[in-house]
């Protein structure tokens, strides 16, 4: 069944989604105007209801030497789709499963190994228990943001992220919509290189704006709701896009 959750529920799994660990009862009470009785037997509920189902360790695998995490998008007929999604985290190194609503490459897999080797055996396994590897790529690095219409009006807001790729070394291209607000917005790519909000490694490659595809120059004037695609010679760190979403 659908569950209704009222503005103190919504602000409990905003607070959490973006650091459970350092989220204290107390906090949201003062901030919601209730008691931290009140917030936690709200936790409670939210979890009976099977809403919030955990809270997983945000772990950087490829900060530990000789891991590396992959993942493998995979089809999987849609009768036996949930039975190989299970069947897929029993095998050693797999972290993660995800149904997807399409035809194919319905299941993403992501899984950790210790070399290419070890990569190789999980996608053996996926193969041997029935499923059809469409692609696999090497996971760069992940970002997460809690939701924010559940958080506080004046919740600091990043640029939406659509999409990310990793180039060779540690370049990488990444596709994101600036936000409402956003320090750079405003600004020209001149600008803003002048003051340091983009890096000299950094290079603006493409605005896409209203539907129409923009050629970035040194006088373009970036705007809030651009997509903007953002070239990096030396790879992007969480940080890096922060003058893109609201101070």
């Given at each position: 069944?659908?569950?209704?959750l009222?503005?103190?529920?919504?602000?409990?799994?905003?607070?959490?989604?973006?650091?459970?660990?350092?989220?204290?009862?107390?906090?949201?009470?003062?901030e919601?105007?209730?008691?931290?009785?009140?917030?936690?037997?709200?936790?409670?509920q939210?979890?009976?209801?099977?809403?919030?189902?955990?809270?997983l360790?945000?772990?950087?695998?490829?900060?530990?030497?000789?891991?590396?995490?992959?993942?493998?998008?995979?089809t999987?007929?849609?009768?036996?789709?949930?039975?190989?999604?299970?069947?897929?985290?029993?095998?050693?190194?797999?972290?993660a499963?995800?149904?997807?609503?399409?035809?194919?490459?319905?299941?993403?897999?992501?899984?950790?190994?210790?070399d290419?080797?070890d990569?190789?055996?999980?996608?053996?396994?996926?193969s041997?228990?029935?499923?059809?590897?469409?692609?696999?790529?090497?996971?760069?690095?992940q970002?997460?943001?809690?939701?924010?219409?559940?958080?506080?009006?004046?919740?600091?807001?990043?640029?939406?992220?659509?999409?990310?790729m990793?180039?060779?070394?540690?370049?990488?291209?990444?596709?994101?919509?600036?936000?409402?607000?956003?320090?750079?917005?405003?600004?020209?790519?001149?600008?803003?290189?002048?003051?340091?909000?983009?890096?000299?490694?950094?290079?603006?490659?493409?605005i896409?704006?209203?539907?129409?595809?923009?050629?970035?120059?040194?006088?373009?004037?970036?705007?809030?709701?651009?997509?903007?695609?953002?070239?990096?010679?030396?790879g992007?760190?969480?940080?890096?896009?922060t003058v893109?979403?609201?101070?």
């Amino acid at each position: 069944m659908d569950h209704r959750l009222d503005e103190i529920d919504k602000r409990i799994l905003y607070h959490l989604a973006a650091d459970a660990r350092n989220t204290a009862a107390p906090e949201i009470a003062e901030e919601m105007e209730v008691t931290p009785a009140t917030i936690r037997n709200r936790i409670s509920q939210l979890e009976a209801d099977g809403i919030l189902r955990g809270y997983l360790a945000d772990i950087d695998y490829k900060a530990i030497d000789g891991y590396v995490a992959y993942e493998f998008r995979c089809t999987a007929s849609i009768p036996d789709r949930d039975h190989l999604a299970q069947a897929a985290l029993d095998i050693s190194g797999v972290i993660a499963a995800r149904e997807l609503m399409a035809g194919s490459a319905n299941l993403t897999i992501t899984a950790i190994g210790t070399d290419t080797d070890d990569i190789g055996r999980i996608a053996a396994a996926l193969s041997d228990i029935g499923l059809t590897i469409e692609d696999e790529s090497v996971i760069e690095e992940q970002y997460h943001r809690p939701y924010d219409p559940f958080g506080p009006e004046d919740a600091p807001k990043g640029p939406s992220l659509t999409d990310f790729m990793g180039l060779a070394g540690e370049a990488a291209v990444v596709e994101f919509t600036v936000s409402q607000g956003a320090e750079i917005a405003g600004r020209t790519i001149e600008d803003a290189v002048a003051d340091g909000l983009l890096a000299d490694e950094m290079l603006v490659v493409g605005i896409e704006r209203e539907g129409d595809v923009l050629t970035p120059k040194g006088e373009t004037v970036i705007q809030a709701g651009d997509v903007v695609s953002l070239f990096s010679q030396t790879g992007l760190e969480n940080d890096a896009l922060t003058v893109f979403g609201t101070p």
